[in-house]
Every structure is written in structure tokens, then in C-alpha cells.
DNA sequence: CTCCGTGCAAACGATTTGCACTATG
DNA sequence: CATAGTGCAAATCGTTTGCACGGAG
């Protein structure tokens, strides 16, 4: 355990979310203004092997880093694309498939809602309200 | 509907299967060994935009397309990478929150099983059967 | 002294884009 | 002729790797 490796795992830790790797580059550089994003990228590898923290592919093109390994489902937010914990029991998530499907070994299963969290709707109603007047054009703004 | 479209759109049919943009590419190029890989994404992306196929974000780098636009689960062989339709009653998977989750508005989900397929496992049916004789040096064959 | 881990830059794989050209309406 | 779509090459993005150096045992 390297102290870059100590610094990473206590931000990873400390930020209480699902960080991307460049995001959590940006905050280890507050406190190791000379590392590089192949070290966080090496060592956050390391930590995954190691069952410290766990890799979380999810919607998105980065992958997602989580000091929470237990297994849990997620949410994730279209919009601001924030990655939440579901607490789902996974018990009461019934007719799941536990033995073979079409010739299928199961051996596990990834499970993500996806929605627009309380502060994207909040923003979206302030901006509806301040809009309101030139919701003609509202289509026009929702390319892409 | 330009013919390149046309030719992309009937490979991806006529495969039956969760293809990536460079395996439809190489399947395309056997019709019209000038396109280019460009042209496959762009077409993709604007099937996609249309409604015509379905793009599948799911467990690996590549994205997967799909000519069955209908909402369903899949399921991905964990060695050969393979992706298959879940023919799952989204009814019977009881529990999910419909409402607000911590004050999420639900929009939708992706529910992904991983597993061994058959093909797969068969293969290493085979391959334990082959080997039986200096399965003493199975663990360091495993690495990854 | 020996390594493992680091920083840097360059390589990489998947995807996207700028641009000049071409086919088609 | 206007313009949407193409092929090609280069750019981009996230991630990984080669290499020489540096610090801890």
C-alpha cells in the first residue's frame, strides 16, 4: 500500500460516490498535485483485484469505481448521469431465472434503473417555470 | 434509405444475433468490400435514431446492435462474449420499484444475466475431459 | 543494490468527425 | 445544381503500456 494508493483509496472513500476515474485524477491532484492518471488508473486496478473497491460498468463510457463492493444494484440518472445504491432486497426481486436458461449457466446479474434524480427534476421545473414564456420554441432546444 | 443503409440493415437481420459495429462491418464488406467502417457507424446511429434497431449498451467495450427494437433482457456468455434475448416476463419480476426511488423518476431498466452459454460449456466439458491427465497445472492455465 | 511503483508520453481500441468527392433526386 | 451521404484519414475519448527514473527495504 503506497501512499498514492492510500490517497486514492481515501478519496474513492471520502467522496461517498460512484467516481470515473478522471473524476477522482481531479481530486487526488488536490492532494498529489504531481501524479499522473496512469498511476490512478493502475492503482485502481489494483485495489478492484485486490476486493478494496469494486469496477462497476454501467451506462456511460467510463467505467465507475464504488468503495461499496458489496453486491447492489444501482440507479442512474439520464440527465447529470450521477450513479446512485439501489437498496432493492434482492429476495423480493422474484421470478429471476436461478438455474438454466436456454442452455445457460447463470452465474450472476447486473440490474440498473435509470431516471432523472430529484435535483435534474428540480432544475428541470425552474426551468420550465422560467421559460414558460417561450415554450414554443421548447422543441427546438431538445436536439440532441 | 441509401443502399449501403439498405445492405447494413439486412445483414443485421439476417444475422439474427447482437452484432458490434466492426463484426456487421466485416459482414457488410463482403457486399460491398468499398464501405467504410464510418459509414456503418453513421448508419447504425441513424437506424438507431429512427427506431429501426435497437443500440444495446451491455457488459463488454463494444456496443451491440440489435434488429428487435422490443424492450427485453439479455444475456451475456461471460468467455465467447455472446449476447442473447431473454424471453423473461417482465411481469413476473416482482418488486421493482415503480414509483420514486430516493427521489428518482423511474424511466426504465436493463436487467443483464451473465452465465456460461452452451457452446461454452460443452467446450470445457471437452477441454476437462482432454486434459484430465495434468489437471495438476489447471490453476495456471486459469490466468485470466 | 534491488525492485516495485511512479510519471510521462506514446500506444491502443472503439467511435466520431472534417473534408473533399459522388451519386441521386 | 443542390445536397445528403460516402470514403478516407485524422481526431477524440477512455484506458493501457513501455520505459527510464526514484525511493523504500
Known sequence: ?????????????????????DELYERVRKRLPRISLATVYRNLEILTQAGII????????????????????HIFCIQCHRLDNLELNRDEVGGL????????????????????CRECRLKNEKMSKETETWDADAHAVRRH
Do not use: C
Open 1 to 21: 500500500m503506497t501512499h498514492q494508493r492510500e490517497i486514492i483509496l481515501q478519496e474513492l472513500q471520502a467522496s461517498r460516490q460512484h467516481l470515473t476515474a
Open 54 to 73: 469494486a469496477k462497476r460498468e454501467v451506462s456511460g463510457r467510463q467505467k465507475r469505481f464504488d468503495s461499496d463492493v458489496s453486491e447492489h444494484d
Open 97 to 116: 431465472p436461478a438455474g438454466l436458461v436456454e442452455g445457460y449457466t447463470i452465474t450472476g446479474y447486473r440490474l440498473e434503473f435509470s431516471g432523472i
